[in-house]
């Protein structure tokens, strides 16, 4: 297995501190160092974007003619150098899909962009890589049924914006209640789990998600993991309780219950945002170790985290 990096083109951040631009780079050279192949993308074609995002919203993020309040959405300050990385992140997220459906698993060390929405850029998220990928794929003819398993703290309200109306994509989204977008989107299925919980709830709720989803939607032609590593006990922005174990038992429980289904995964990081810039590292090398594996390219890390017990739980569709 490869994987996807852009991770050697920077931009400014200003007084963004919190954006953990470093982690990028460290985890391309712990993969990297772990022998997996590490290929750098070129930028998507802009008419991918607006074929997907309204194209007066491309035309002013792509000149920088934002509002005030827009740029505080965005909670990044636009810059040339931040769209160059955004169009570059988006085809490695499309480079990893076809590689998931090439050889069954693909990996983008970043993306998952997945709340900027048609018309908004949102939370770090400027224009939605998942989205884009599926109307790439489809376009052609790769792919046509996806189904996006995100597992980030956060709810992924631009997916579920872009493709709630598409009867041929399915969103689960899995978050903490009362988090950030503190004004949902629905997705099909939206999980909402209180603060505070751990690993043995939070894979006991993935697995009869899971079970939802795939019992509703059926079996897709690609399945894109948004595998954020912020439901982290210690992430500064998470509030659920997930151990580095507990994260590595949700990784194995949705690629493997993928393998069995035999649906191509393509894996997103999305975010992590932990004092410790390291210890979000540590947990997206990880899910890429779990990645791997399930590819059948060995393991990046020499530990196998002890998976917590799951008792399957009815899961809530959307009303």
């Known amino acids: 297995m490869r994987v996807w990096s852009h991770s050697h083109l920077l931009f400014p951040l200003g007084a963004k501190r919190r954006y953990p631009l470093s982690k990028y780079g460290l985890l391309r050279a712990r993969v990297a160092a772990a022998g997996l192949d590490v290929v750098e993308p070129d930028a998507i074609p802009w008419l991918a974007v607006e074929a997907t995002h309204d194209p007066h919203f491309v035309w002013r993020m ?15 300050p636009w810059s040339g150098e931040l769209v160059t990385r955004t169009l570059h992140g988006i085809a490695g997220t499309v480079g990893a899909a076809r590689d998931a459906l090439d050889v069954g698993v693909g990996a983008m060390l970043g993306g998952g962009t997945h709340h900027a929405g048609r018309a908004t850029a949102r939370g770090y998220c400027m224009f939605n890589d998942v989205a884009i990928a599926t109307r790439v ?9 996806v189904m996006v398993v995100d597992c980030d703290v956060h709810q992924g309200d631009g997916t579920a914006e872009l493709l709630g109306p598409d009867v041929d994509a399915f969103a689960l989204s899995v978050q903490c209640e009362r988090n950030f977008p503190f004004a949902r989107i629905a997705s099909d299925l939206d999980v909402e789990l209180p603060a505070g919980t751990g690993d043995e709830a939070y894979v006991d709720a993935l697995a009869s998600a899971l079970d939802a989803a795939f019992g509703a939607f059926g079996v897709p032609d690609l399945v894109f993991y948004v595998a954020g590593a912020d439901p982290w006990e210690g992430d500064a922005l998470g509030r659920l309780a997930l151990t580095k174990a507990g994260l590595a038992a949700r990784d194995e429980l949705v690629l493997g219950r993928c393998r069995a289904l035999d649906v191509p995964v393509c894996v997103t990081l999305a975010g992590g945002y932990a004092p410790d810039v390291v210890d979000t590292v540590d947990i ?36």
């Not at 794929?137 to 049924?145: D, H, K, M, P």
Request: charged residues 30%; proline residues 7%; glycine residues 10%.
């Open 137 to 145: 794929l489809r376009r052609e003819g790769r792919a046509r049924r």
């Open 62 to 76: 792509r000149r920088g003619a934002l509002t005030v309040r827009e740029e505080r959405v965005l909670g990044l």
């Open 284 to 319: 997206h090398a990880a899910t890429i170790a779990v990645a791997a594996a399930s590819a059948g390219a060995g393991a990046i890390t020499d530990r196998t985290p002890a998976r917590p017990s799951a008792r399957p739980r009815a899961g809530r569709p959307r009303a």
